[in-house]
């Protein structure tokens, strides 16, 4: 079609063009994402120019979305972490979305993620006391319009936490 425009804009790349580079580079930049373009050139065995090259490349084309540092949330000062379960009474596409919208306003809503099932969305929290979890819950959550019914858990500990996606580099 002529003049036909992908929504958002985005670039669609075909990731059976990455290669066992790429994917090296792309391994390598999740697990540290401050190793110098230096020692990421020697770890994906290409000389820095092109490595740097690549990973321009990687985030033009949406592989890379950002960097950032993983923070301590109980050494600065928040020690819960809960999830909130929350069910909408109307999952018409502006509801949803106005729901979606308040939690990206939210600052103690780390994640959102709409699902499938028995709720319609999860919330990941944190707060600095139980006192504040609850009352994020009871003050914000339940407040928000549409909203029909809200339950959380607390973590205990993590057993798991693992930013990003398996990458399978080639030997």
Known sequence: MR?????????????RKLDAIDLRILSELQ??????NVELSRRARITAPPCL?????????????????????????????GFVFVG??????????????????WPEVRECHMLSGEVDFILKCVARDLSAFQSFITDTVTAEK????VKSSLVIHASKT?????????A
């Open 3 to 15: 003049g036909a425009q992908f929504p958002f804009n985005r670039t669609f790349v075909d990731t």
């Open 31 to 36: 697990a540290d994402g401050r190793i110098t």
């Open 53 to 81: 090259r690549r990973i321009r490349a990687l985030e033009k084309a949406g592989f890379i979305k950002g960097y950032h540092a993983e923070l301590d949330g109980k050494a600065l000062g928040f020690e819960v972490t």
């Open 88 to 105: 909408l009474a109307s999952q018409k596409d502006a509801d949803l979305k106005h729901f979606e919208e308040s939690a990206r306003r």
């Open 146 to 149: 549409n909203v029909a019914g």
């Open 162 to 170: 693992v930013p990003g996606i398996p990458i399978e580099v080639p």
